[in-house]
Nanobody, 116 residues
Framework: QVQLVESGGGLVQPGGSLRLTCAAS????????MAWYRQAPGKQREFVAI???????NYSDSVKGRFAISCDNAKNTMYLQMFSLKPEDTAVYYC??????????WGQGTQITVSS
């Protein structure tokens, strides 16, 4: 079993920056991919960014060039550095981890509100 804890959300003005952290804990697991998703009110959850254990990254077009995903494999921790935030980035952000046996785990989510 893997537990995920997200932190770093909050209220930020348009054009501002935030960094999210997702820490994975548990025992007997090997992470293959870590990802961020988000869900805005009234919308479906959508993909934001993903990073493999080898450091290969991919981003949704809506955040490419503004967000940067990274991870510390030794700490089983993932980060999402967000720049130039827009009101349309407002959502609950979830971290997701896939382990070697294929299971996918989700965090509880953290709210980001971009508003003046």
């Amino acid at each position: 079993q893997v537990q995920l804890v997200e932190s770093g959300g909050g209220l930020v003005q348009p054009g501002g920056s935030l960094r999210l952290t997702c820490a994975a804990s548990g025992s007997g697991f090997t992470i293959t991919n870590m990802a961020w998703y988000r869900q805005a009110p009234g919308k479906q959850r959508e993909f934001v960014a993903i990073i493999s254990r080898r450091g290969i990254t991919n981003y949704s077009d809506s955040v490419k060039g503004r967000f940067a995903i990274s991870c510390d494999n030794a700490k089983n921790t993932m980060y999402l550095q967000m720049f130039s935030l827009k009101p349309e980035d407002t959502a609950v952000y979830y971290c997701s981890v896939q382990v070697l046996l294929g299971q996918v785990y989700w965090g509880q989510g953290t709210q980001i509100t971009v508003s003046s």
